[in-house]
Nanobody, 124 residues
């Protein structure tokens, strides 16, 4: 089982950057695919980025491609989301998730463990 905790959220101006971190417990972390999802105010949760267990495969939502970068450090049981050129529409609660599947899936049901989320607010 994997327990995940997000950090790094906050308030930033449009055009700025933030780096989210996700710390995971469990000896099997290095075998899990990891993903970032977000839920904007009043909207459904949506996929942001995913990374396979080895880091060799990544996937991104079209809306963030070229601006966000997902990475992982299996030695530190951590996953990161570097967010650049932030826009007001990136405002959301961001969730980290881990999946036994091991891939970089955009599908929520492929992920088994979820964090509590961290708020990211982008002001104009």
């Amino acid at each position: 089982q994997v327990h995940v905790v997000e950090s790094g959220g906050g308030l930033v101006q449009a055009g700025g950057s933030l780096r989210l971190s996700c710390a995971a417990s469990g000896r099997t972390f290095s075998t899990y695919g990891m993903g970032w999802f977000r839920q904007p105010p009043g909207k459904a949760r949506e996929f942001v980025a995913g990374i396979s267990w080895s880091g060799g495969s990544t996937s991104y939502a079209y809306s963030v491609k070229g601006r966000f970068t997902i990475s992982r450090d299996n030695a530190k049981n951590s996953v990161y989301l570097q967010m650049n050129s932030l826009k007001v529409e990136d405002t959301a609660v961001y969730y980290c998730a881990g999946g036994r599947y091991g891939g970089s899936s955009y599908l929520e049901h492929e992920y088994d463990y979820w964090g509590q989320g961290t708020q990211v607010t982008v002001s104009s």
